[in-house]
Nanobody
Framework: QVQLVESGGGLVQAGGSLRLSCAASGRTFSSYTMGWFRQAPGKEREFVAHISWSGGIRYGGDSVKGRFTISRGNAKNTVNLEINSLKFEDTAVYYC?????????????????WGQGTQVTVSS
């Protein structure tokens, strides 16, 4: 089993920045992809970004491109998500996910492990 624990969420004013982190522990794999998803109130969960073990990065739709940056920690068992120029519509629960393949995907069903989520609330 792999445990994923997110941190860094909170209440922030529009225009501000936030850094979310996800730490993986438990069973280790030779290579895996880490992803971030988010779910706003009343909406379906959406793909935000992923980073593969080999470093391949992909971001979600236009709502996140240019403002979100995903990166791995030095130990590779952590993944960070920097969010700049926060908007009210970024308010959501942000989830970290792990896929036991070195192949990025934007599909929820491709991820094997999920964190509990961390709330990000942007005040206007």
């Amino acid at each position: 089993q792999v445990q994923l624990v997110e941190s860094g969420g909170g209440l922030v004013q529009a225009g501000g920045s936030l850094r979310l982190s996800c730490a993986a522990s438990g069973r280790t794999f030779s290579s895996y992809t880490m992803g971030w998803f988010r779910q706003a109130p009343g909406k379906e969960r959406e793909f935000v970004a992923h980073i593969s073990w080999s470093g391949g990065i992909r971001y979600g739709g236009d709502s996140v491109k240019g403002r979100f940056t995903i990166s791995r920690g030095n130990a590779k068992n952590t993944v960070n998500l920097e969010i700049n120029s926060l908007k009210f519509e970024d308010t959501a629960v942000y989830y970290c996910a792990a896929r036991t393949r070195d192949l990025g995907s934007s599909a929820e069903s491709d991820y094997d492990y999920w964190g509990q989520g961390t709330q990000v609330t942007v005040s206007s």
